[in-house]
C-alpha cells in the first residue's frame, strides 16, 4: 500500500504542445493517501485514463514527479511499481483454469506453493469463485472474468494500489451493483488504496469516499459525493452530478439578491457578499431537488411557467421558463401540481453563485 502524489504533473500526446490544449492532462499537484477508495470520474476524452497510464508507468508525463511513499518513481517501470491494473475488457488467460489465472501472478514471483494454495483460496472464496477454481476460464460469464482480474490484483500480497480503468462496463446492469458492493467490501478489509477510472456518476458515487472530478485534461475538484453534489465548485462539476444536474441562470447581484429576468432571489449574506466582489459574468445554480413549488403565490417566490412535466416515480420532473430561461424542478410524488404556472422558492443557503464558471 502507498501514498500517491503527483508534483507539477502534466502530460501532452504533441511532441511541441503550444498551450493547455494541447494537454491531456493540464499541470496538477495532487495526493492519493494511503488506504483511500478513489473514483477519477469525467466524460469520455478527459484525461482520466491517461492519468491512471502514468501511475502505473504505461505512460511517462510530459513534466512533473510520481511519488509513492514518498521516493520518485517517474522513471522507474511499471513492473518495479507493484500496480495492479483492471481494464475495461478482462485481461486472462482463456486456456488457464480459474486458479491458474490467479496462481500465474505468484508463481511468477516463485512464491512456495502452500502459500499460492492459501492465497487463491482466499481470494476465491472473497469473490465467490471457489466453485470455478477447476473450470477453465474461456468459458466463464463476462463478470466472472472480471472478477478473475481483480483477482489476479488482489492475490499480491506486495500490491501498491489497484487501479480500475471502467472495470465494469461490459458487465450486465443488474450484476454491476453487486460488483461494486464486492470492491466496497474489499477496500474495508484490506484497505488498499483504490483508484476506479469511469464515466458513470453512479459508479464513482457509490464506490468512492473521495470522487476527483476531471474535464478536458483538468481536475476541477475533489470532494466526498456529498460535497460534490451539495456544493459544487465549478458549474462543470454541477451540470455533471445529479439527474438531472444544476439549474443555471444567468443573473445581476444586487444588494443581498441575485436578479433574474428582472427578479429577485435572495442569496445568504456570505454568498451576496463574495458575488458582490466579482465583476465576471455571473450564473445562479441550484440543484432542482431544491426548489420548492408553490400553486399560488408565496412571499419571495417568482413565477414560473410550466413547459411540460414527467411522473418518474417517486418524483415529477417539470421543465419550466422564467422568462427566457429554462429551469428543471424534482417535486416529490404525490404533491399537485398547476397545469400553466406556479411559484419558486429558492432557499438562500442552497442558492449558489458562480462567476464565469468558479463558485464565488
Same mark, same amino acid.
Given at each position: 500500500?502507498?501514498?500517491?502524489?503527483?508534483?507539477?504533473?502534466?502530460?501532452?500526446?504533441?511532441?511541441?504542445?503550444?498551450?493547455?490544449?494541447?494537454?491531456?492532462?493540464?499541470?496538477?499537484?495532487?495526493?492519493?493517501?494511503?488506504?483511500?477508495?478513489?473514483?477519477?470520474?469525467?466524460?469520455?476524452?478527459?484525461?482520466?485514463?491517461?492519468?491512471?497510464?502514468?501511475?502505473?508507468?504505461?505512460?511517462?508525463?510530459?513534466?512533473?514527479?510520481?511519488?509513492?511513499?514518498?521516493?520518485?518513481?517517474?522513471?522507474?517501470?511499471?513492473?518495479?511499481?507493484?500496480?495492479?491494473?483492471?481494464?475495461?475488457?478482462?485481461?486472462?488467460?482463456?486456456?488457464?483454469?480459474?486458479?491458474?489465472?490467479?496462481?500465474?501472478?505468484?508463481?511468477?514471483?516463485?512464491?512456495?506453493?502452500?502459500?499460492?494454495?492459501?492465497?487463491?483460496?482466499?481470494?476465491?472464496?472473497?469473490?465467490?469463485?471457489?466453485?470455478?477454481?477447476?473450470?477453465?476460464?474461456?468459458?466463464? &460469464?463476462?463478470?466472472?472474468?472480471?472478477?478473475?482480474?481483480?483477482?489476479?490484483?488482489?492475490?499480491?500480497?506486495?500490491?501498491?494500489?489497484?487501479?480500475?480503468?471502467?472495470?465494469?462496463?461490459?458487465?450486465?446492469?443488474?450484476?454491476?451493483?453487486?460488483?461494486?458492493?464486492?470492491?466496497?467490501?474489499?477496500?474495508?478489509?484490506?484497505?488498499?488504496?483504490?483508484?476506479?477510472?469511469?464515466?458513470?456518476?453512479?459508479?464513482?458515487?457509490?464506490?468512492?469516499?473521495?470522487?476527483?472530478?476531471?474535464?478536458?485534461?483538468?481536475?476541477?475538484?475533489?470532494?466526498?459525493?456529498?460535497?460534490?453534489?451539495?456544493?459544487?465548485?465549478?458549474?462543470?462539476?454541477?451540470?455533471?452530478?445529479?439527474?438531472?444536474?444544476?439549474?443555471?441562470?444567468?443573473?445581476?447581484?444586487?444588494?443581498?439578491?441575485?436578479?433574474?429576468?428582472?427578479?429577485?432571489?435572495?442569496?445568504?449574506?456570505? &454568498?451576496?457578499?463574495?458575488?458582490?466582489?466579482?465583476?465576471?459574468?455571473?450564473?445562479?445554480?441550484?440543484?432542482?431537488?431544491?426548489? &420548492?413549488?408553490?400553486?399560488?403565490? &408565496?412571499?419571495?417566490?417568482?413565477?414560473?411557467?410550466?413547459?411540460?412535466?414527467?411522473?418518474?416515480?417517486?418524483?415529477?420532473?417539470?421543465?419550466?421558463?422564467?422568462?427566457?430561461?429554462?429551469?428543471?424542478?424534482?417535486?416529490?410524488?404525490?404533491?399537485?401540481?398547476?397545469?400553466?404556472?406556479?411559484?419558486?422558492?429558492?432557499?438562500?443557503?442552497?442558492?449558489?453563485?458562480?462567476?464565469?464558471?468558479?463558485?464565488?
Amino acid at each position: 500500500m502507498a501514498r500517491i502524489e503527483f508534483q507539477g504533473l502534466a502530460h501532452s500526446y504533441e511532441t511541441a504542445p503550444q498551450g493547455p490544449s494541447d494537454y491531456a492532462v493540464r499541470r496538477l499537484d495532487h495526493v492519493w493517501e494511503d488506504g483511500g477508495a478513489y473514483a477519477l470520474l469525467g466524460p469520455s476524452g478527459c484525461g482520466k485514463t491517461t492519468l491512471l497510464n502514468i501511475i502505473s508507468g504505461l505512460i511517462h508525463p510530459s513534466h512533473g514527479k510520481v511519488i509513492f511513499d514518498g521516493v520518485d518513481v517517474t522513471g522507474l517501470p511499471t513492473e518495479q511499481r507493484n500496480i495492479a491494473q483492471v481494464f475495461q475488457f478482462p485481461v486472462i488467460y482463456d486456456t488457464m483454469t480459474v486458479f491458474d489465472n490467479l496462481a500465474f501472478p505468484l508463481r511468477n514471483r516463485q512464491v512456495d506453493e502452500p502459500e499460492i494454495r492459501r492465497r487463491v483460496h482466499e481470494v476465491a472464496e472473497m469473490l465467490e469463485l471457489e466453485a470455478d477454481l477447476p473450470k477453465r476460464a474461456r468459458g466463464l &460469464t463476462a463478470d466472472a472474468k472480471q472478477k478473475i482480474s481483480l483477482g489476479r490484483g488482489l492475490v499480491r500480497s506486495d500490491v501498491t494500489a489497484i487501479l480500475f480503468d471502467e472495470p465494469l462496463t461490459v458487465i450486465d446492469p443488474q450484476l454491476k451493483w453487486h460488483l461494486r458492493r464486492k470492491l466496497k467490501q474489499i477496500h474495508e478489509q484490506f484497505k488498499l488504496c483504490l483508484i476506479y477510472v469511469t464515466h458513470d456518476q453512479n459508479e464513482a458515487l457509490t464506490f468512492a469516499d473521495q470522487v476527483v472530478v476531471m474535464n478536458e485534461g483538468q481536475v476541477l475538484q475533489t470532494g466526498t459525493p456529498q460535497q460534490l453534489f451539495e456544493e459544487p465548485s465549478h458549474s462543470f462539476v454541477g451540470y455533471f452530478i445529479g439527474s438531472p444536474g444544476m439549474n443555471f441562470l444567468s443573473c445581476k447581484i444586487q444588494g443581498e439578491n441575485a436578479i433574474v429576468e428582472n427578479m429577485p432571489i435572495p442569496l445568504s449574506p456570505d &454568498t451576496a457578499a463574495r458575488a458582490r466582489k466579482s465583476d465576471k459574468a455571473m450564473e445562479l445554480g441550484i440543484r432542482p431537488e431544491f426548489l &420548492t413549488f408553490n400553486e399560488a403565490m &408565496t412571499p419571495g417566490a417568482i413565477q414560473v411557467n410550466i413547459i411540460d412535466m414527467a411522473d418518474l416515480g417517486s418524483f415529477t420532473l417539470v421543465n419550466a421558463r422564467i422568462g427566457n430561461q429554462s429551469i428543471k424542478i424534482k417535486v416529490p410524488e404525490g404533491e399537485q401540481l398547476p397545469d400553466h404556472q406556479g411559484w419558486l422558492t429558492f432557499p438562500p443557503n442552497r442558492a449558489l453563485i458562480y462567476a464565469a464558471g468558479e463558485a464565488v
